[in-house]
């Protein structure tokens, strides 16, 4: 069995640490049950990146407020996060059927610390080696759902071309209709503003990439994009960068290199 992903723990170090702080952006309080020993080691090597861990809170706020809109005119709505890590929006969001995939490490620690029995949705997660399983066979006893929103959050990142489109191609083949959440982030922007995080991510082992326009992705396979949020100006209203508010209009880059979207099919 894989290990956890050490970039699993850092993404959770940083929204337990927003938890932890005397005004909260995400509030995710369940992030501290997955920090153990080895957890909090990796974060510790990510507390200087000031820039890039207050862009990974206003990135789950942003996703979070949207699925919160979403469930509140939805209550049935399926909520399909494919490399879930440690998220637990299933406990902190009301409403909806959620449907967690990742590895059957994380699934495995997932259940031990936070346990399905205690959710007060209804959760159902599936342990899948995505090397050598079917992404699509583990999904298709749920493509008959009526409303799907999918969330695909700091996994396109980590992707090839190739695999990307691999993935977006098995969501719009198993679910025809459906809402895709992600966040993609351009060439240009991991170039400039990402190139420290980028060097402690592949001392962990993993890989960044980024290519230019990543929301083509989308068109090759016949997807309408709804809207673009920036996760920059996301961080500067939310008071996580203490930066003024015209240098987006100076600086377009900063405000359009890394965003969440939303697509329908």
């Known amino acids: 069995m894989k290990p956890i992903s050490k970039t699993a723990f850092y993404c959770c170090g940083v929204r337990m640490q927003d938890a932890q702080s005397p005004a909260p952006v995400c509030g995710d309080h369940y992030a501290k049950l997955f920090m ?6 990796i974060f510790e090597a990510f507390k200087a990146e000031k820039m890039a861990n207050a862009n990974c809170v206003a990135r789950a706020r942003l996703i979070d407020d ?6 509140a005119s939805n209550p049935d709505l399926l909520v399909v996060t ?7 929006r299933p406990f902190r969001l009301t409403g909806g059927m959620w449907l967690e995939l990742d590895e059957p490490a994380v699934i495995s620690y997932k259940n031990q610390r936070l346990p399905v029995a205690d959710c007060p949705n209804r959760l159902q997660r599936i342990a899948i080696d995505f090397a050598s399983d079917s992404l699509a066979e583990k999904l298709a006893p749920f493509s008959g ?3 799907i929103v999918c969330v695909v959050e700091g996994v396109l ?5 190739s695999a990307s489109q691999h993935l977006v191609h098995v969501l719009r083949s198993v679910f025809p ?3 895709l959440i992600c966040d993609l982030m351009t060439r240009r922007f991991l170039n400039t503003y990402g190139r420290s995080m980028r060097s402690k991510i592949s001392a962990i082992g993993a890989t960044l990439t980024a290519v230019d326009e990543p929301e083509r992705l989308f068109d090759t396979q016949s997807y309408r994009m709804l809207y673009m949020t920036s996760i920059s100006r996301g961080a ?3 008071g996580l960068i203490r930066l003024p508010r015209f240098l987006l209009n100076v600086l377009p880059m900063l405000a359009s290199g890394y965003a969440v979207y939303l697509f329908e099919a």
């Open 36 to 41: 153990n020993e080895r957890g909090l080691q």
């Open 66 to 71: 949207h699925l919160r809109r979403e469930l």
């Open 82 to 88: 494919i490399g879930a890590g440690f998220d637990s």
């Open 145 to 147: 759902h009526g409303s």
């Open 157 to 161: 990142s980590y992707l090839d071309p």
């Open 177 to 179: 209709k459906h809402k």
């Open 236 to 238: 500067i209203e939310l």
